[in-house]
């Protein structure tokens, strides 16, 4: 495995950097290095607040690389930070790469800035959830990429999708890399193709250089293609789109269901020759993650467990919501197009859910320990994550309107709901919080080795 010395050369971050602060590093190091590092303006967020793009190198190729592309995401941010450093510094193994490189630290400025709460002290996933925050798929800048497919017809990409959209468009990448991290698990994969043996031999090899799982449970979705254990074919949202044909009532429109566009390595395959990579990483981890152990009880049978889980979850949250609707004053507010579009659209998940569990035969061998985990207990994890984005939403309303008694009963069952969740977690995991530099050297050095694997294959 190639670029393991430049490990010694990443600090051993305590807390994340907040969007202000990524900025400010951001500038200096522009400042301190101007022979080698160009800072360029690419736009500015909904809320007018600037995006900046380092352009460092004079390769023969383009390399475009961002983080937050989900503002609950910053490990990439923070991986882009330390590589940033190295560039303008010239690290000398990084020399081997001849690539330009085009680095947004933070896409969705906006949305990261609400996760803000959680930056400085992420020991604990009670306090994650309590500051979580993840807009609904029509907001986010991973997913606002415009695609026709059949009846989806998307060109609605935010400002933030845009400025990404001019770098693919101008600089034809020939890597990219979204950087995106999962909550709780293990670490996985997504890559446009196969570019070797040797590739995927050093993905599963190194998260254990850092005493981290692989991620061996369910996949995040269906219908994915597995290349390797815990390495997966990239997508875009004809593939989900496929999947809901084949699974809704017959009749129902998938277009009505997704409401967003498609993926930024499914744009960036057809403005140019791009290969993409996505590294996912968990802040959170318990050992059955990959625990292959097989058990009495079938897939099928954990899956149905995890359905009624997020049946419980839609429930409560849609009949908060109910309760509140008419109290609240502003519905512009980030929470409030969270958790509307939440129960809009999970009913219909639900039916396509249930249809692939009951239909699909091979969920019906023995599940192993790492998929009763993923469906018993992260699932109770992910559902704390809308009910802590719920609270948000009662509460910021509570702001103007603190003696609102229809919002104080909400409150009082909303915390309720997410302190039986919690104490559930609590009790049933036995999770250790990942180290922030064990992340971040995940991240880089499997994007390095992904870039030379690319580099090499162009060169033969």
């Not at 009532?249 to 409401?259: E, F, M, S, Y």
């Not at 959170?284 to 467990?305: C, I, M």
Request: hydrophobic share 35%; with cysteine; charged share 25%.
């Amino acid at each position: 495995m190639l670029f393991e010395e430049l490990i010694a050369k990443v600090p051993d971050y305590k807390s994340f950097y907040t969007v202000d602060e990524f900025n400010e590093r951001s500038l200096a190091l522009a400042q301190k290095y101007p022979d080698k590092v160009k800072i360029h303006m690419g736009g500015y967020s909904r809320k007018n607040e600037p995006i900046y793009i380092l352009e460092i190198g004079k390769g023969s190729k383009n390399a475009l690389l961002f983080g937050c592309p989900h503002p609950n995401e910053p490990i990439g941010a923070m991986m882009l930070d330390s590589l940033s450093e190295m560039l303008a510094k010239g690290e000398e193994s990084l020399d081997k790469l001849d690539y330009t490189w085009y680095i947004i630290k933070v896409i969705d400025v906006d949305g990261t800035k609400l996760n803000e709460g959680w930056f400085k002290d992420s020991s604990s996933i009670k306090k994650y959830a309590q500051h979580f925050y993840r807009p609904p798929g029509h907001e986010q800048v991973e997913w606002t990429f415009p695609i026709h497919y059949k009846t989806l017809n998307f060109d609605a990409p935010l400002p933030e999708t845009k400025i990404l959209m001019k770098l693919m468009e101008e600089k034809k990448p020939a890597f990219m890399y979204s950087l995106h991290n999962s909550g709780f698990g293990g670490v996985y994969y997504y890559v446009s193709g196969d570019l070797g043996s040797q590739l995927f031999d050093d993905f599963q090899a190194l998260p254990g250089k850092f005493d981290l799982p692989l991620n061996l449970g369910e996949p995040e979705a269906p219908y994915l293609k597995q290349l390797a254990p815990a390495i997966f074919q990239l997508f875009g949202i004809s593939e989900e789109y496929e999947y809901l044909v084949k699974h809704l009532p017959q009749g129902t429109d998938p277009a009505k269901v997704i409401k967003a566009g498609t993926s930024s390595d499914d744009y960036a395959s057809q403005v140019g020759n791009t290969y993409s990579l996505v590294c996912e990483m968990p802040y959170y981890y318990d050992s059955r993650v990959d625990d292959k152990t097989e058990l009495a009880q079938t897939r099928q049978e954990f899956l149905k467990k995890s359905l009624e889980s997020t049946k419980q979850a839609y429930d409560h949250v849609k009949k908060i919501l109910s309760m509140i609707e008419s109290e609240l004053k502003d519905k512009s507010v980030a929470f409030y197009s969270a958790v509307s579009n939440y129960v809009e659209v999970t009913q219909d998940h639900i039916k396509a859910t249930e249809n692939w569990i009951e239909n699909d035969e091979t969920l019906r061998r023995p599940a192993t320990v790492a998929e009763e985990f993923d469906n018993v207990y992260a699932r109770k994890f992910y559902d704390s994550l809308m009910q802590g984005m719920l609270r948000r939403l009662i509460n910021e309303n509570l702001k103007h309107d603190p003696e609102n008694h229809v919002l104080l009963q909400a409150k009082q069952e909303a915390d309720k709901r997410f302190e039986e969740l919690n104490h559930f977690l609590e009790e049933n995991l036995k999770y250790k919080t990942i180290p922030i530099k064990s992340l971040v050297c995940v991240q880089m050095i499997a994007g390095l080795n992904t870039m030379y694997r690319l580099q090499e294959k162009g060169e033969k």
